[in-house]
């Protein structure tokens, strides 16, 4: 992934916008026809580096970062909500160096939190100065910077993206073409820098990554790790089974541009949106704009539902699809209770078990929607 700085990135994108756009983006050569493209949407200039989605809500938040070290949140329809063009706190740039905000992620402990992967980038004396990484922390909501805490910098050094697991044990980045997966209690307030200690990684996938070109953003779908990248003209999507380290292609499509940040979320019609941006070294972009490509999958997987009581006025109901794996985002309704579920599937509906036969429902665009009748 290229890193640029603000004049260069803003004034690269206006040069290309002389350019009449390129013909509609097309899958590539090896596209193995998961994923059909729905929309694509023009996004802001600072939206550049990464997207992740709060869940839990009918309108999903999203969160961005860019151009270089700012965060953004903002409605499902793209509206500002709140936004900080300086997120890194100037004793942490200060004290690290760290001067970039690659592509983060929502992790629903502490109450909800933002996790930013920092790194340095000084391309006049050499790019990678400080030679570190760490994660930040702050609000998903307000943006206020909470912690950041550092990785072993003697496995990892510096920090492009992160992704926090469905179960949110684990917050997954990588190292070349290693895959890392650090404990997410282990990113906590009392290993926050520059005090606490350095976080090791839990486990390690050696050369999962080989021959990807490097990954760009991530998301979690269906149980397995999806990583955007490109080679060349072509921008590819690949599976990672975190078991196995096996990857797998998702999508390929033939552009010009730049790959960035991945994410599920309904947006536009579409369930996975990928960020492309209009640096290129070989003009015209296919969008002179920043854009988010919103695709739908092809075989729209079936969702699955079970739920158990919570209290006696509470209902837990997890969402899932395939082999038990959790869908987020998806609305679940029973009579007049509704909500979303959560990266891990789950969502707690305010409504006792119903004594007369009543139907559960859930729903999520790009999927087979899913009914239980309960009692069972």
């Known amino acids: 992934m290229r890193r640029s700085t603000i004049s260069t990135l803003i004034t690269a994108a206006a040069a290309f916008a002389a350019f009449p756009a390129a013909a509609s983006a097309a899958p590539g050569p090896s596209d193995p026809g998961i994923w059909r493209l729905k929309a694509a949407t023009t996004i802001s200039f600072t939206y550049w580096q990464g997207i992740t989605s709060v869940t839990g809500y009918a309108d999903p938040p999203l969160l961005f970062t860019g151009v270089a070290q700012g965060a953004y949140r903002t409605s499902s329809k793209l509206k500002q909500l709140a936004g900080n063009d300086g997120e890194i706190p100037a004793p942490v740039k200060a004290a690290e160096g760290y001067n970039h905000i690659g592509d983060g992620s929502f992790d629903q402990s502490e109450g909800g939190r933002f ?7 000084y391309p006049g004396n050499g790019g990678n100065t400080c030679k570190t990484g760490s994660i930040g922390v702050a609000d998903p909501k307000s943006l206020a910077w909470r912690y950041y805490v550092k990785l072993d910098p003697t496995v990892i050094a510096k920090a492009m993206w992160v992704e926090v697991s469905p179960d949110g044990k684990f917050a997954w980045t990588s190292s070349g073409a290693d895959l890392l997966a650090f404990r997410s209690a282990d990113i906590s307030a009392k290993n926050a820098s520059p005090s606490g200690a350095v976080i090791k990684p839990a486990r390690t996938l ?7 070109g490097g990954v760009t953003g991530s998301v979690f779908w269906r149980g397995k790790l999806l990583v955007a990248g490109q080679q060349g003209s072509q921008f590819q999507i690949h599976s990672i089974n975190t078991v196995s ?3 797998t292609l998702e999508a390929q499509q033939t552009l010009s541009g730049e790959s960035e940040g991945l994410d599920i979320v309904p947006v536009a019609g579409g369930l996975l949106q990928w960020q492309i941006m209009p640096v290129t070294d070989t003009p015209p972009a296919s969008y002179f704009q920043p854009t988010l490509m919103s695709f739908l999958p092809v075989k729209p997987p079936a969702l699955k539902l079970s739920a158990r009581t919570d209290g006696r006025k509470a209902m837990v109901v997890t969402v899932t699809t395939g082999a038990g794996q959790p869908i987020p985002h998806a609305a679940v309704k029973l009579g007049a209770a509704r909500g979303w579920s959560g ?5 707690r509906l305010k409504t006792a078990m119903p004594k007369k036969r009543s139907k559960l429902t859930a729903t999520l665009p790009g999927t087979r929607s899913a009914s239980i009748n309960l009692p069972r």
């Open 115 to 121: 996790l930013l992967p920092l790194e340095c980038y």
């Open 343 to 347: 990266r891990d599937g789950k969502v």
């Open 245 to 247: 380290g096996a990857a």
């Open 206 to 212: 050696k050369g999962a990554l080989s021959g990807l």
